[in-house]
């Protein structure tokens, strides 16, 4: 069974930086797409972004688009989420996980970490 194992959040002030990892315990990491999310308390799980496999097209949510970038490195076995600008509005757990196919809907993927929270402060 695969594990996911995220790092790298914190508290910041608004406009700061932050670079979350994900690392996958299983080398067929590869295989597929990899995702982040977020959930703030008392709303739903959003999606933050994607990138596929095996052709790394990236997607976002509309939400973060020109402020966050998601990245993987194989050879390690670890997905990225690098956040620039971050606002309060972007407080939440942050959660990566792994799904089959390209796609931006929760349900779909199948395996998650535990997840690393994420706070901004104005």
């Known amino acids: 069974q695969v594990r996911l194992v995220e790092s790298g959040g914190g508290l910041v002030q608004a406009g700061d930086s932050l670079r979350l990892s994900c690392a996958a315990s299983?080398?067929?990491?590869?295989?597929?797409?990899m995702g982040w999310f977020r959930q703030a308390p008392g709303k739903g799980r959003e999606f933050v972004a994607t990138?596929?496999?095996?052709?790394?097209?990236?997607y976002y949510g509309d939400s973060v688009k020109g402020r966050f970038t998601i990245s993987r490195d194989n050879a390690k076995n670890t997905v990225y989420l690098q956040m620039n600008s971050l606002k309060p509005e972007d407080t939440a757990v942050y959660y990566c996980?792994?799904?089959?196919?390209?796609?931006?809907?929760?349900?779909?993927?199948?395996?998650w970490g535990q997840g690393t929270q994420v706070t901004v402060s104005s």
């Open positions: 996980a792994r799904a089959g196919r390209t796609t931006m809907i929760s349900s779909d993927y199948d395996t």
């Open positions: 299983e080398r067929t990491f590869s295989a597929y797409s």
């Open positions: 990138i596929t496999w095996p052709s790394n097209r990236i």
